[in-house]
């Protein structure tokens, strides 16, 4: 079964940075794009950062220069590396992909940014 699990949320000051990872299971990794989604509370889960399995990326434009998404296939994970942190970017992040029809996500990992 398809299973991803992100870690390396955690506190930190504007300005910071964090590196997010997303271990992968279940399906040839290699062969499919990955998404990274964030969500605030009371507010509408959005596209962060996107990698094809050629690695081509796309970004949400208040993250780009900031946030790099990549990807390690021989070990099945995908990062996102966050510098320049600010207060806004406060939300769970999920790690997401798509096998045929359905929809997979991760359980989510905090990141919060205050002073």
């Known amino acids: 079964q398809v299973q991803l699990v992100e870690s390396g949320g955690g506190l930190v000051q504007p300005g910071g940075s964090l590196r997010l990872s997303c271990a992968a299971s279940?399906?040839?990794?290699?062969?499919?794009?990955m998404d990274w989604y964030r969500q605030a509370p009371g507010k509408q889960r959005e596209l962060v950062a996107r990698?094809?399995?050629?690695?081509?990326?796309n970004y949400l434009d208040s993250v780009k220069g900031r946030f790099t998404i990549s990807r390690d296939n021989t070990n099945r994970t995908v990062y996102l590396q966050m510098n320049s942190l600010k207060v806004e970017d406060t939300a769970v992040y999920f790690c997401?992909?798509?096998?045929?029809?359905?929809?997979?996500w991760g359980q989510g990992t905090q990141v919060t940014v205050s002073p």
């Open positions: 279940g399906f040839i990794f290699r062969l499919y794009g």
């Open positions: 990698i094809s399995s050629g690695g081509s990326t």
């Open positions: 997401r992909t798509y096998v045929g029809t359905m929809d997979y």
